[in-house]
């Protein structure tokens, strides 16, 4: 027997449950995607986009990878980026990290982890930018809920400074930049009170 054979059949009671409960959901969906929010997060499985803010499919678009980091030479990365807002047109970009990151902790760890470092090394640059800060902190773990933290900003930062988001706030296109992250313990999402809609609140933030 097929090892993800479960999976498929999961799939089927799904897609049943769902028809049965909206006849005309996945005919609707089929036609097109037109939703408000691009979701950067984290690949981590216990962190799904659309689960944590309750939305169904075709509402979020989204892209995650290893502690949602927003790289200006990761192609894969700006094209979603582009793609959500010069053809989605969404209104928000929602950068959102989470407590206890796997891969913000590796980052702090003094020892090699293989092919990851190079992109973890994204993440030890922000660690260096708040040393003084994040060191402050009373223990491990608060020094790594501090980095989680900084981490989510600087991403935000990042998404900011890309020439899409750049271009279309000059071009007048109402757009929204957020940052989230989220407690794995609890499931809540914390407002990181970093929210930028235009040139100039970038440019307030880099004073």
């Given at each position: 027997m097929n090892e993800l054979e479960s999976?498929?059949?999961?799939?089927?009671?799904?897609?049943?449950?769902?028809?049965?409960?909206?006849?005309?959901?996945?005919?609707?969906?089929?036609?097109?995607?037109?939703?408000?929010?691009?979701?950067?997060?984290?690949?981590?499985?216990?962190?799904?986009?659309?689960?944590?803010?309750?939305?169904?499919?075709?509402?979020?678009?989204?892209?995650?990878?290893?502690?949602?980091?927003?790289?200006?030479?990761?192609?894969?990365?700006?094209?979603?980026?582009?793609y959500a807002v010069e053809v989605l047109k969404v209104k928000h970009i929602i950068v959102c990290g989470h407590y206890g990151c796997g891969g913000v902790q590796a980052a702090m760890e003094n020892k090699e982890h293989g092919l990851i470092d190079n992109w973890l090394r994204h993440i030890r640059d922000v660690y260096r930018y708040y040393r003084t800060e994040i060191d402050a902190c009373a223990n491990e773990g608060d020094k790594l809920d501090r980095l989680c933290e900084k981490n989510v900003v600087e991403q935000v930062l990042n998404v900011c400074s890309s020439t899409v988001v750049q271009n279309a706030w000059r071009s007048g296109q109402p757009l929204s930049v957020h940052g989230w992250i989220y407690s794995v313990q609890d499931g809540l999402l914390c407002d990181l009170d970093v929210v930028m809609a235009s040139l100039k609140d970038f440019e307030t933030a880099n004073q």
């Open positions: 999976l498929l059949d999961s799939n089927k009671r799904w897609a049943k449950r769902v028809a049965s409960d909206n006849p005309e959901f996945f005919s609707k969906l089929s036609r097109q995607q037109s939703p408000d929010y691009l979701w950067i997060g984290c690949s981590d499985s216990r962190v799904p986009a659309n689960q944590i803010i309750d939305l169904p499919p075709g509402e979020v678009f989204v892209h995650r990878n290893i502690a949602n980091v927003v790289v200006h030479t990761d192609l894969n990365c700006l094209s979603v980026v582009q």
